[in-house]
Protein backbone atom coordinates (compact mmCIF):
# COMPACT_ATOMS: atom_id res chain seq x y z
CA UNK A 1 0.00 0.00 0.00
CA UNK A 2 1.46 3.37 -0.88
CA UNK A 3 1.28 5.91 2.36
CA UNK A 4 3.26 9.04 3.25
CA UNK A 5 3.37 9.69 7.02
CA UNK A 6 3.70 12.77 8.42
CA UNK A 7 5.68 13.98 11.93
CA UNK A 8 7.31 16.98 13.33
CA UNK A 9 4.80 19.49 13.83
CA UNK A 10 3.78 21.04 17.32
CA UNK A 11 3.40 24.45 18.49
CA UNK A 12 6.39 26.73 18.07
CA UNK A 13 7.26 30.72 18.66
CA UNK A 14 6.88 33.27 16.24
CA UNK A 15 10.74 33.54 14.83
CA UNK A 16 11.50 29.58 15.69
CA UNK A 17 12.04 26.63 13.77
CA UNK A 18 10.67 23.01 12.92
CA UNK A 19 11.74 20.35 11.04
CA UNK A 20 8.60 18.40 9.48
CA UNK A 21 9.39 14.98 8.33
CA UNK A 22 7.55 12.63 5.58
CA UNK A 23 8.15 8.47 6.10
CA UNK A 24 7.07 7.08 2.30
CA UNK A 25 6.57 3.60 1.49
CA UNK A 26 4.78 1.18 -0.72
CA UNK A 27 6.71 2.92 -3.76
CA UNK A 28 9.92 3.49 -5.67
CA UNK A 29 10.64 6.99 -3.57
CA UNK A 30 13.89 8.02 -5.42
CA UNK A 31 12.13 8.08 -8.93
CA UNK A 32 9.07 10.34 -7.32
CA UNK A 33 9.05 14.39 -6.83
CA UNK A 34 7.70 15.61 -3.92
CA UNK A 35 5.45 18.07 -2.60
CA UNK A 36 4.26 19.91 0.42
CA UNK A 37 1.00 21.59 0.56
CA UNK A 38 -0.38 23.66 3.39
CA UNK A 39 -4.21 24.72 4.69
CA UNK A 40 -4.74 26.82 6.97
CA UNK A 41 -7.06 26.82 9.66
CA UNK A 42 -10.71 27.38 7.28
CA UNK A 43 -8.83 28.09 4.42
CA UNK A 44 -7.70 26.62 0.84
CA UNK A 45 -5.13 24.83 0.01
CA UNK A 46 -1.72 26.26 -0.49
CA UNK A 47 0.95 24.81 -2.59
CA UNK A 48 4.44 25.31 -0.36
CA UNK A 49 7.57 23.58 -1.92
CA UNK A 50 8.52 21.02 -4.47
CA UNK A 51 11.38 18.30 -5.04
CA UNK A 52 12.68 16.40 -7.80
CA UNK A 53 13.26 12.77 -7.24
CA UNK A 54 17.41 13.30 -6.74
CA UNK A 55 16.66 16.03 -4.67
CA UNK A 56 18.68 18.61 -6.81
CA UNK A 57 16.19 20.83 -7.76
CA UNK A 58 13.52 22.47 -5.59
CA UNK A 59 11.18 25.48 -5.81
CA UNK A 60 8.89 26.85 -3.38
CA UNK A 61 6.10 29.30 -3.08
CA UNK A 62 7.37 33.22 -2.56
CA UNK A 63 5.17 33.30 0.99
CA UNK A 64 8.25 30.66 2.43
CA UNK A 65 11.12 31.09 0.08
CA UNK A 66 14.36 32.09 1.62
CA UNK A 67 13.07 30.43 5.53
CA UNK A 68 11.17 27.10 4.48
CA UNK A 69 14.15 24.43 2.68
CA UNK A 70 12.83 21.11 1.23
CA UNK A 71 14.91 18.18 1.01
CA UNK A 72 14.73 14.55 0.97
CA UNK A 73 16.83 11.33 2.05
CA UNK A 74 16.44 8.73 -0.86
CA UNK A 75 18.29 6.57 1.37
CA UNK A 76 15.52 6.45 4.28
CA UNK A 77 12.62 7.44 2.03
CA UNK A 78 11.87 10.52 3.71
CA UNK A 79 10.89 13.77 2.83
CA UNK A 80 11.93 16.90 4.78
CA UNK A 81 10.78 20.72 5.34
CA UNK A 82 12.79 22.79 7.47
CA UNK A 83 10.94 25.49 8.70
CA UNK A 84 12.95 28.51 10.05
CA UNK A 85 11.75 32.42 11.16
CA UNK A 86 8.18 31.02 11.37
CA UNK A 87 5.21 33.77 11.57
CA UNK A 88 1.75 33.65 12.55
CA UNK A 89 0.51 32.67 9.08
CA UNK A 90 2.22 28.89 9.11
CA UNK A 91 0.44 28.29 11.18
CA UNK A 92 -1.49 25.26 9.08
CA UNK A 93 -2.17 21.83 8.30
CA UNK A 94 1.29 20.77 6.21
CA UNK A 95 0.48 17.70 4.08
CA UNK A 96 3.39 15.64 2.26
CA UNK A 97 2.10 14.67 -1.30
CA UNK A 98 3.74 12.44 -4.18
CA UNK A 99 2.63 13.29 -7.90
CA UNK A 100 0.30 10.61 -10.00
CA UNK A 101 3.19 10.28 -12.55
CA UNK A 102 7.00 10.72 -12.50
CA UNK A 103 7.21 11.64 -16.04
CA UNK A 104 4.49 14.30 -16.33
CA UNK A 105 2.92 16.69 -13.93
CA UNK A 106 -1.19 15.60 -13.50
CA UNK A 107 -1.63 16.30 -10.07
CA UNK A 108 -1.27 14.83 -6.33
CA UNK A 109 -2.62 11.26 -6.02
CA UNK A 110 -1.13 10.46 -2.94
CA UNK A 111 -1.43 12.38 0.42
CA UNK A 112 -0.07 11.80 4.26
CA UNK A 113 -2.48 12.74 7.03
CA UNK A 114 -1.17 15.83 7.59
CA UNK A 115 0.73 17.12 10.91
CA UNK A 116 -0.33 20.41 12.51
CA UNK A 117 2.33 23.17 12.88
CA UNK A 118 1.08 26.06 15.22
CA UNK A 119 2.91 29.11 15.32
CA UNK A 120 2.06 31.45 18.73
CA UNK A 121 3.84 32.78 21.88
CA UNK B 1 1.19 33.41 -11.43
CA UNK B 2 -1.79 31.95 -12.68
CA UNK B 3 -4.62 32.68 -10.48
CA UNK B 4 -7.62 29.97 -10.24
CA UNK B 5 -10.80 31.34 -9.45
CA UNK B 6 -13.79 29.15 -8.32
CA UNK B 7 -17.58 29.02 -8.17
CA UNK B 8 -20.14 29.13 -6.09
CA UNK B 9 -18.25 29.17 -3.11
CA UNK B 10 -21.14 27.28 -1.40
CA UNK B 11 -23.64 24.61 -3.56
CA UNK B 12 -26.25 23.62 -1.35
CA UNK B 13 -28.04 20.55 -3.24
CA UNK B 14 -29.68 17.43 -2.13
CA UNK B 15 -28.66 13.99 -2.20
CA UNK B 16 -29.40 12.52 -5.84
CA UNK B 17 -29.27 15.55 -7.80
CA UNK B 18 -26.93 17.19 -9.84
CA UNK B 19 -23.76 19.66 -8.71
CA UNK B 20 -22.08 21.75 -11.69
CA UNK B 21 -18.89 23.14 -10.40
CA UNK B 22 -16.55 25.94 -12.30
CA UNK B 23 -13.23 26.87 -12.45
CA UNK B 24 -11.84 29.63 -14.30
CA UNK B 25 -8.38 30.28 -14.24
CA UNK B 26 -6.43 33.82 -15.20
CA UNK B 27 -5.06 32.77 -18.43
CA UNK B 28 -5.02 30.01 -20.92
CA UNK B 29 -3.86 27.02 -18.95
CA UNK B 30 -4.70 24.53 -22.06
CA UNK B 31 -5.82 21.08 -20.15
CA UNK B 32 -3.47 21.14 -17.56
CA UNK B 33 -6.13 21.17 -14.23
CA UNK B 34 -6.44 18.58 -11.30
CA UNK B 35 -9.91 18.48 -9.40
CA UNK B 36 -9.53 16.78 -5.54
CA UNK B 37 -12.08 16.95 -2.69
CA UNK B 38 -11.63 17.04 0.55
CA UNK B 39 -13.92 16.09 3.54
CA UNK B 40 -13.61 17.32 7.00
CA UNK B 41 -10.51 16.26 8.94
CA UNK B 42 -9.03 14.39 5.72
CA UNK B 43 -6.74 14.87 3.78
CA UNK B 44 -7.52 15.90 -0.50
CA UNK B 45 -8.14 13.28 -2.62
CA UNK B 46 -7.80 13.26 -6.52
CA UNK B 47 -10.62 12.87 -8.81
CA UNK B 48 -10.16 14.53 -12.13
CA UNK B 49 -6.46 14.96 -14.15
CA UNK B 50 -5.91 16.43 -17.13
CA UNK B 51 -9.15 18.57 -17.13
CA UNK B 52 -11.28 15.29 -17.78
CA UNK B 53 -9.81 11.99 -16.84
CA UNK B 54 -10.60 10.23 -13.97
CA UNK B 55 -8.14 8.71 -11.33
CA UNK B 56 -8.13 5.58 -10.30
CA UNK B 57 -10.97 4.84 -8.45
CA UNK B 58 -13.30 7.36 -9.34
CA UNK B 59 -17.19 6.36 -9.94
CA UNK B 60 -18.03 7.41 -13.34
CA UNK B 61 -20.27 9.95 -11.64
CA UNK B 62 -18.17 12.53 -11.29
CA UNK B 63 -16.74 13.75 -14.76
CA UNK B 64 -14.43 17.15 -16.10
CA UNK B 65 -14.42 18.74 -18.58
CA UNK B 66 -13.03 22.54 -20.24
CA UNK B 67 -9.89 23.21 -21.64
CA UNK B 68 -8.23 26.53 -21.93
CA UNK B 69 -9.41 28.70 -19.21
CA UNK B 70 -12.88 27.68 -18.08
CA UNK B 71 -13.39 24.22 -16.70
CA UNK B 72 -16.40 22.48 -15.15
CA UNK B 73 -16.44 19.58 -12.57
CA UNK B 74 -20.11 17.68 -12.98
CA UNK B 75 -21.00 14.96 -10.63
CA UNK B 76 -23.82 13.36 -11.82
CA UNK B 77 -26.27 12.22 -9.35
CA UNK B 78 -24.60 13.28 -5.57
CA UNK B 79 -23.89 10.59 -2.97
CA UNK B 80 -23.86 10.78 0.66
CA UNK B 81 -19.89 10.90 0.66
CA UNK B 82 -19.61 13.25 -2.05
CA UNK B 83 -20.62 16.34 0.33
CA UNK B 84 -17.22 18.10 0.76
CA UNK B 85 -15.20 20.66 -0.72
CA UNK B 86 -13.95 20.83 -4.15
CA UNK B 87 -10.87 22.33 -5.32
CA UNK B 88 -9.24 22.81 -8.79
CA UNK B 89 -5.52 23.32 -9.58
CA UNK B 90 -3.31 24.32 -12.34
CA UNK B 91 -0.36 23.47 -13.60
CA UNK B 92 0.63 24.67 -16.39
CA UNK B 93 2.43 27.42 -15.33
CA UNK B 94 4.71 26.48 -12.29
CA UNK B 95 6.17 27.15 -9.68
CA UNK B 96 3.83 28.37 -8.20
CA UNK B 97 0.76 25.23 -8.41
CA UNK B 98 -1.85 27.15 -8.03
CA UNK B 99 -4.76 26.05 -6.52
CA UNK B 100 -8.63 27.61 -6.40
CA UNK B 101 -10.82 29.08 -3.19
CA UNK B 102 -12.84 26.24 -3.57
CA UNK B 103 -16.29 25.35 -3.52
CA UNK B 104 -18.58 23.54 -0.58
CA UNK B 105 -20.66 21.26 -1.49
CA UNK B 106 -23.16 21.00 1.26
CA UNK B 107 -26.26 19.18 2.18
CA UNK B 108 -29.86 20.97 0.94
Known amino acids: EVQLLESGGGLVQPGGSLRLSCAAS????????MSWVRQAPGKGLEWVSD????????YSADSVKGRFTISRDNSKNTLYLQMNSLRAEDTAVYFC??????????????WGQGTTVTVSS | EIVMTQSPATLSLSPGERATLSCKAS??????LAWYHQRPGQAPRLLIY???TRATGIPARFSGSGSGTDFTLTISSLQSEDFAVYYC??????????FGGGTKVEIK
Open chain 1, 97 to 110: AKPLSSIYYYGLDV
Open chain 1, 26 to 33: GFTFSSSA
Open chain 1, 51 to 58: INSSGTST
Open chain 2, 27 to 32: QSISSN
Open chain 2, 50 to 52: AAS
Open chain 2, 89 to 98: QQYQNWPPLT
